[in-house]
C-alpha cells in the first residue's frame, strides 16, 4: 500500500511538473510572440518612414543639412577660443539653429528675420522699461515691471490673433513675448543687464545666418518652388482626371485588364489632390514671399496669384466631383444616347484637358502662350456643338433619319441597336447625358476661369511671348522634371557662392 | 536807375521769399498729410483689430489668460525664496510658459505633454551619452558627442515627416532635440551637469503645470468643443445654402429690396465655408483628443469621426458649388418648365435641408433622433417623386392637358403663360432644370452620406434614444447658443475645483 501511495505521490508529481513545464513553455511562447509582434510593429513603421524618405530623397538630404547646421554651431562649445568669447550664451545659438531650422528656405528666413526683429524689438523695450523701472525706487520698481509685462504680453498675443500678422509676423510676436519677458524681469536679479543682451543678440544673429546659410546653399528647397510645381502638377491631375473620367462614360468598360484600371482609377481621382491642396498652397504662398530671387523667379514674383489658380482649380474640381457623382449614380442613361452624345461630348472634355494642359505649360515655360488663344476657341467652340446638340434634340429621338445623321458625324456609327429603339426615348433615360453635358459646359465656364486667372499672373510676372523665350537657352526647362530642376538651381547657386 | 535797381532787388527778394514760403509751406502740409495718413492707417487698424476682438471675446480673454500666467510665473524671479530656490534657472519656466500656452486646452496640454516628454527622454540620453563620452578620454569626448548629435538630430528631424509623429508628436521632437543638444554640448563644459538638468526640469515642469491650471479653468476654450461648434454650425450653413439656392432659382427674384436680398445672399454662400473648413477640422480633431472630459464630451470621444463628417459634408457643399454655377450660368430655362418642376424641387431641397438640419440637432443633443430615420424616408421619396415627374416628361411637354394636372398638382398654378408655349420645348431649354434636377437628386445621395457619417458618430459615442434624455436635465442645451455653453462649462469646471 506504503508502496502504491508512493507510486500515485510521484506520478502527481510528475504531473504537476509537466503542467508547470506546459505553464512555461506557454508563458515564454507568449512572450516570444508578443516580441515579435512588436517587433514587426516597429519594422513595419520602420520601413513606411524609409519608404517616405526614399520616395522624397530631400527630406534625407533636410535632416542630414539640419545635422550640419547643429554641428557647425556646437562648435561654440568644442572650440575654445570661440566659447571664451561668448561663453554659456552659446546655449542661444543652439537654441536659434534648432527652432529655427525649417524644410523650406523660405520658412527658414521667416523665421530667421522673425527672431531677430522680434529680439531686439523686445530687448530694446525691456532695457528701457527696466531703466524706467529702477529709476522709480525699490518698492515700485516690481510694479512697473509687472504691469508693462502684463500689459504688453497681453497686446502681442492679441496681435497674433490678427490676420496679416497671423500670416507673417506670428513666430515674431512669440518671441517679442519670450525676450521682453526674460529681459525685463531678468533685470531685477541680474546687474550687468545690457552685456548679456548684447551677448545673446549676438549669439541669436551667429545661429540665424549659419541657418540661413545652410538653408540656402546646401540643396535649398524653395517654398515658392514647391508651390509652383504643386500648382501645374494639380493643373495636369485635373486635366487627366477630367479626360478620364469623360472617356470612361462615354467609352464604358473597353479597357478591362486590371492593371490598367488601377492606373485609371488613380488618374480619374487625381482631382481630389486640387481639392485638398488649399491650406498647403496658402502656407507655401505666405513662406515664399519670404525667398530671395531663385531660379526664374525673382524675389517679387505674385505668389499670391497662385492661391488664386488654386482657388480657380478647386471651383472647377468640384464640379468635376459632381459630374463623377452622377456619373456613378444608378440613374443610367440608355447605350444609344451615349452613343449620339460620344464624339462631341469626348471633343469638350479632351479640348477643355488640353487647354489645363497648355496653362501648364504655359506656367512651366513661363511664357504667354501663343496657342492658348486657339485652345479656348476651339474649347468654347466645342462646347456650342455640345449645346447645339442638345437644342436639336427633340428631332433627334423622334427622327430616325437625323439620328443616323447624327451617328455618321461621329465617326463610330454604331449599328447593333435596333432602329425601332431610337424612335422615343422617355426623358429619364436622357437625364444623365443631358447631366453630364450640361455639367461639362459649366466646366468648360470654370476653366475658362483658371485661364483668366493665369493671364493675371503672366501679366503680374512679366512672362515673355514665347518667341522670344525659343530663342533663349531657357525653353527646354519645359521637358526636365522638377527634381533635376532643383538640380540645377542648386548648381546655379552653388556656382554663385 | 539805381533806386530803380533797388526797387527790382526787393521785389527779387520779396519774390525769393515767398517761394521759400510757399516751399515751407508745401513740406509742412505735405508733412501733415502723410502723418495724418500714416495716423489714419493705423486707426483703421487698430479699429478692425478691436471689431476681431469684440466679435469674439474669448480672444480678448485669452490674452488676459496669458498675461496672468506670465506674471505669475515671474514671482520666480520678484519673490526672493522662490528664486533663492531655482535661481537663474527660472527663465526656463517663463519660457515654457511663453511658447507652451495656446490659444485652445487641447493645443496647451499637447504642447505641455510634448514638452516635458522631449525634455525628460533627450535629458537622460544626453546625460548618458555624456557619460560614455567622459569615460573615452578627452581626446574622443568630443568626437562622441558631436557624431551622436549628429545622428539624434537628423534621426528625430526625419521622426518629424512620419504622419503619425507629425500630428501629435512633432513639437516633442522639436524640444527632443534641443534639449539633446543643450545637455549633450553644455556638459563639455558645465561642470554639475546632473544638478542644473534637475532644476531645469523641474522649472520646466513648474511652467508647464501653471500653463495647464489657468488654460483649463479661466474660461478654458475647448478644441474639441470649438471643433463641435464648427461642424454643427456648417451643417446649418449647408442646410440653408441648399435650401436658399433651389428656393432662390424657382421663385426668381420675389424678394426684390436690398437689405433681405444681403441676407439671403449670405445663407448662399455659406456652403463656401463648409468647403475651406477641412485645415480647421483636422488641426481641431488632433488637438481635441489631448483633451480631458469637458461638457458632455468625455475623454475618448470619437474626434476623428467629425473630420469624416465634415469630409462628407464637403462632398455635399461641392455638389451644391456646381449646382449654384449651373443656376448662374446662361443656358436659362423656359418659365414654363421651372414652374412645372418648382414645387417637387423646392420639397426635395426643404427635406433634403431638415434632414441636415436634424442632423445638427442630433449632434448638439447627442442624441439619437427619432424624426431623422422619417426625414430620411421623406427626403428619398420626394427624390424619387422628381424622378418621376422627369421620367413622365416627354408626355409633359406633348400633352397640355397632363400639364395642367400637374400644375395644379403644384398648388401655385400660373396661368399667364400662353397655352400655345407648352405645346413643345426645345431641350435646349429644358436642359438646366433637368441639370438642376439631377444634381438635386445626387446631392440627396450625398446627404444620406452625412446621415451615415452621423450615425457612426452616434454609435461610437454613444449617444442616448431621445426619450430617454428628455427625461433628464440635459435637453435645454440645445436652445442656448455656443457662448452660453462655454459659459456654463466653465461655470462647472470652477464648481469642480
Same mark, same amino acid.
Given at each position: 500500500?506504503?508502496?502504491?501511495? @508512493?507510486?500515485?505521490?510521484?506520478?502527481?508529481?510528475?504531473?504537476?511538473?509537466?503542467?508547470?513545464?506546459?505553464?512555461?513553455?506557454?508563458?515564454?511562447?507568449?512572450?516570444?510572440?508578443?516580441?515579435?509582434?512588436?517587433?514587426?510593429?516597429?519594422? +513595419?513603421?520602420?520601413?513606411?518612414?524609409?519608404?517616405?524618405?526614399?520616395?522624397?530623397?530631400?527630406?534625407?538630404?533636410?535632416?542630414?543639412?539640419?545635422?550640419?547646421?547643429?554641428?557647425?554651431?556646437?562648435?561654440?562649445?568644442?572650440?575654445?577660443?570661440?566659447?571664451?568669447?561668448?561663453?554659456?550664451?552659446?546655449?542661444?545659438?543652439?537654441?536659434?539653429?534648432?527652432?529655427?531650422?525649417?524644410?523650406?528656405?523660405?520658412?527658414?528666413?521667416?523665421?530667421?528675420?522673425?527672431?531677430?526683429?522680434?529680439?531686439?524689438?523686445?530687448?530694446?523695450?525691456?532695457?528701457?522699461?527696466?531703466?524706467?523701472?529702477?529709476?522709480?525706487?525699490?518698492?515700485? #520698481?516690481?510694479?512697473?515691471?509687472?504691469?508693462?509685462?502684463?500689459?504688453?504680453?497681453?497686446?502681442?498675443?492679441?496681435?497674433?490673433?490678427?490676420?496679416?500678422? +497671423?500670416?507673417?509676423?506670428?513666430?515674431?510676436?512669440?518671441?517679442?513675448?519670450?525676450?521682453?519677458?526674460?529681459?525685463?524681469?531678468?533685470?531685477?536679479?541680474?546687474?550687468?543687464?545690457?552685456?548679456?543682451?548684447?551677448?545673446?543678440?549676438?549669439?541669436?544673429?551667429?545661429?540665424?545666418?549659419?541657418?540661413?546659410?545652410?538653408?540656402?546653399?546646401?540643396?535649398?528647397?524653395?517654398?515658392?518652388? #514647391?508651390?509652383?510645381?504643386?500648382?501645374?502638377?494639380?493643373?495636369?491631375?485635373?486635366?487627366?482626371?477630367?479626360?478620364?473620367?469623360?472617356?470612361?462614360?462615354?467609352?464604358?468598360?473597353?479597357?478591362?485588364?486590371?492593371?490598367?484600371?488601377?492606373?485609371?482609377?488613380?488618374?480619374?481621382?487625381?482631382?481630389?489632390?486640387?481639392?485638398?491642396?488649399?491650406?498647403?498652397?496658402?502656407?507655401?504662398?505666405?513662406?515664399?514671399?519670404?525667398?530671395?530671387?531663385?531660379?526664374?523667379?525673382?524675389?517679387?514674383?505674385?505668389?499670391?496669384?497662385?492661391?488664386?489658380?488654386?482657388?480657380?482649380?478647386?471651383?472647377?474640381?468640384?464640379?468635376?466631383?459632381?459630374?463623377?457623382?452622377?456619373?456613378?449614380?444608378?440613374?443610367?442613361?440608355?447605350?444609344?444616347?451615349?452613343?449620339?452624345?460620344?464624339?462631341?461630348?469626348?471633343?469638350?472634355?479632351?479640348?477643355?484637358?488640353?487647354?489645363?494642359? @497648355?496653362?501648364?505649360?504655359?506656367?512651366?515655360?513661363?511664357?504667354?502662350?501663343?496657342?492658348?488663344?486657339?485652345?479656348?476657341?476651339?474649347?468654347?467652340?466645342?462646347?456650342?456643338?455640345?449645346?447645339?446638340?442638345?437644342?436639336?434634340?427633340?428631332?433627334?429621338?423622334?427622327?430616325?433619319?437625323?439620328?443616323?445623321?447624327?451617328?455618321?458625324?461621329? @465617326?463610330?456609327?454604331?449599328?447593333?441597336?435596333?432602329?425601332?429603339? +431610337?424612335?422615343?426615348?422617355?426623358?429619364?433615360?436622357?437625364?444623365?447625358?443631358?447631366?453630364?453635358?450640361?455639367?461639362?459646359?459649366?466646366?468648360?465656364?470654370?476653366?475658362?476661369?483658371?485661364?483668366?486667372?493665369?493671364?493675371?499672373?503672366?501679366?503680374?510676372?512679366?512672362?515673355?511671348?514665347?518667341?522670344?523665350?525659343?530663342?533663349?537657352?531657357?525653353?527646354?526647362?519645359?521637358?526636365?522634371?522638377?527634381?533635376?530642376?532643383?538640380?540645377?538651381?542648386?548648381?546655379?547657386?552653388?556656382?554663385?557662392?
Amino acid at each position: 500500500m506504503a508502496c502504491g501511495k @508512493e507510486v500515485a505521490k510521484e506520478i502527481e508529481w510528475r504531473i504537476k511538473v509537466e503542467e508547470d513545464d506546459t505553464l512555461k513553455r506557454r508563458v515564454v511562447g507568449f512572450m516570444w510572440a508578443a516580441t515579435a509582434g512588436v517587433a514587426l510593429k516597429l519594422w +513595419k513603421f520602420v520601413k513606411k518612414a524609409w519608404e517616405l524618405g526614399v520616395n522624397d530623397p530631400r527630406k534625407f538630404i533636410h535632416c542630414l543639412k539640419v545635422g550640419v547646421a547643429l554641428s557647425l554651431v556646437s562648435l561654440f562649445y568644442y572650440w575654445k577660443p570661440l566659447y571664451d568669447g561668448v561663453g554659456g550664451n552659446a546655449m542661444w545659438a543652439v537654441m536659434t539653429v534648432v527652432v529655427v531650422f525649417e524644410y523650406t528656405a523660405g520658412a527658414t528666413i521667416c523665421k530667421t528675420v522673425n527672431r531677430m526683429c522680434g529680439t531686439s524689438l523686445a530687448g530694446f523695450l525691456g532695457i528701457g522699461v527696466h531703466w524706467v523701472a529702477s529709476r522709480a525706487g525699490e518698492q515700485y #520698481e516690481p510694479i512697473i515691471i509687472g504691469v508693462s509685462l502684463f500689459l504688453l504680453a497681453s497686446a502681442a498675443t492679441f496681435s497674433r490673433f490678427i490676420p496679416t500678422i +497671423k500670416a507673417r509676423f506670428d513666430y515674431g510676436a512669440m518671441i517679442f513675448i519670450l525676450t521682453f519677458c526674460l529681459v525685463s524681469i531678468s533685470g531685477y536679479r541680474v546687474d550687468e543687464l545690457l552685456d548679456m543682451a548684447q551677448y545673446r543678440m549676438f549669439t541669436i544673429i551667429i545661429g540665424s545666418i549659419l541657418c540661413i546659410i545652410v538653408s540656402v546653399i546646401i540643396r535649398p528647397i524653395w517654398a515658392g518652388f #514647391e508651390l509652383f510645381v504643386l500648382v501645374t502638377g494639380n493643373l495636369d491631375k485635373l486635366a487627366n482626371s477630367l479626360q478620364c473620367c469623360v472617356a470612361r462614360y462615354f467609352d464604358g468598360s473597353e479597357a478591362s485588364d486590371e492593371e490598367s484600371d488601377k492606373v485609371s482609377e488613380k488618374e480619374l481621382l487625381g482631382y481630389k489632390c486640387v481639392l485638398s491642396s488649399k491650406a498647403t498652397e496658402e502656407a507655401m504662398a505666405n513662406l515664399a514671399r519670404w525667398e530671395p530671387g531663385h531660379g526664374r523667379f525673382n524675389f517679387r514674383h505674385p505668389w499670391r496669384q497662385y492661391v488664386k489658380i488654386g482657388a480657380s482649380m478647386r471651383s472647377c474640381a468640384s464640379c468635376l466631383d459632381a459630374l463623377i457623382g452622377c456619373i456613378n449614380s444608378d440613374n443610367k442613361a440608355s447605350d444609344e444616347m451615349k452613343k449620339n452624345m460620344r464624339s462631341i461630348s469626348m471633343k469638350v472634355g479632351a479640348k477643355s484637358a488640353s487647354v489645363i494642359r @497648355e496653362i501648364a505649360t504655359t506656367m512651366r515655360n513661363m511664357t504667354k502662350s501663343s496657342k492658348l488663344d486657339i485652345l479656348v476657341t476651339e474649347m468654347n467652340s466645342a462646347a456650342q456643338d455640345l449645346r447645339s446638340l442638345l437644342s436639336s434634340y427633340p428631332n433627334l429621338v423622334n427622327a430616325p433619319s437625323h439620328n443616323a445623321k447624327r451617328s455618321a458625324q461621329t @465617326e463610330t456609327a454604331p449599328s447593333d441597336i435596333p432602329q425601332a429603339a +431610337k424612335v422615343e426615348i422617355p426623358l429619364l433615360q436622357i437625364i444623365q447625358v443631358v447631366t453630364v453635358a450640361s455639367l461639362l459646359i459649366e466646366i468648360v465656364a470654370r476653366v475658362e476661369g483658371i485661364v483668366e486667372t493665369v493671364e493675371e499672373l503672366s501679366d503680374l510676372a512679366n512672362f515673355q511671348p514665347e518667341k522670344r523665350v525659343k530663342s533663349k537657352q531657357h525653353s527646354p526647362d519645359s521637358k526636365i522634371s522638377p527634381d533635376q530642376q532643383i538640380d540645377e538651381e542648386t548648381d546655379r547657386t552653388l556656382q554663385m557662392v
